[in-house]
């Protein structure tokens, strides 16, 4: 995989804070000795006292706010431990599914080794907000707010709305194939079909905050390639 410049990930740069639109495929930190290339090893070649300020999925794509002073990583830090922190995520979703401010709000448990389950008798309190935003026949783009910032909270809570993020093998998420959304299609002899998008199709789209002076921001990510991609391709063959 082809490592970005730092530089040109930058949405949003002062003397504390730094906004970036992290790349699918890249872990927000270390995730064990040595190996590979992290955005926090990234950021510390930019700006030594870089900290990340939360974390986002290896797979995730989109806005992630990097500090780059102690002082500028408290700020933010109390930022989310209070939930004063206003995070969108865009995800697109298998089947066609009407979210009108639907609220989930089950308690998520943390079992170890990346896996999480619900659990209302010992998870940590979990909330999420859904809105569907695009219809298409099989699937349904929906904005997504989380209040608390449990892992994987997300893609669980869709998942119990049997409406797992496309690609999320995880959560019993389906990968979107070009073959099933386009009449005619025909594969050339001997050749493998790859899904339109190679993860699951989550984006964090938006991030509200306040900057060290007190002002609140709203920075907002553009999608990447394959999202918009995947988008575009369903808009022209499942709308």
Known sequence: MKIPKFADLILFE???LIVINKPAFISS???????????????????????????????????LIIAKNPEAYRT???QFEKRQVNKVY?????????????????PILNVGKGNVTISRQEGKRAETWFQSIRFFKHYTLVECRPVTGRMHQIRIHLATQRASISGDEMYKGKPVFLSAI??????G???????????FALHAYQVTFKKMDGESITIHAPY???????????EKFDA
């Open 14 to 16: 002062d003397d504390d």
């Open 29 to 63: 930190l270390d995730e064990r000795e040595g190996g590979e290339i992290n955005i926090l090893r990234l950021a510390k070649e930019y700006s030594d006292d870089a900290q990340i300020c939360h974390r986002l999925d290896k797979e995730t794509s989109g806005a």
């Open 76 to 78: 933010v830090s109390m």
């Open 90 to 106: 865009h995800a697109v979703i298998d089947g066609t599914h009407v979210f009108d401010k639907l609220l989930v709000d089950l």
């Open 182 to 187: 386009k009449r005619k299609y025909h594969l």
């Open 189 to 199: 002899k001997d050749q493998e079909e790859l899904p339109i998008m190679k993860r």
């Open 224 to 234: 990447p390639k394959d999202f918009e991609t995947l988008l575009k391709l369903l």
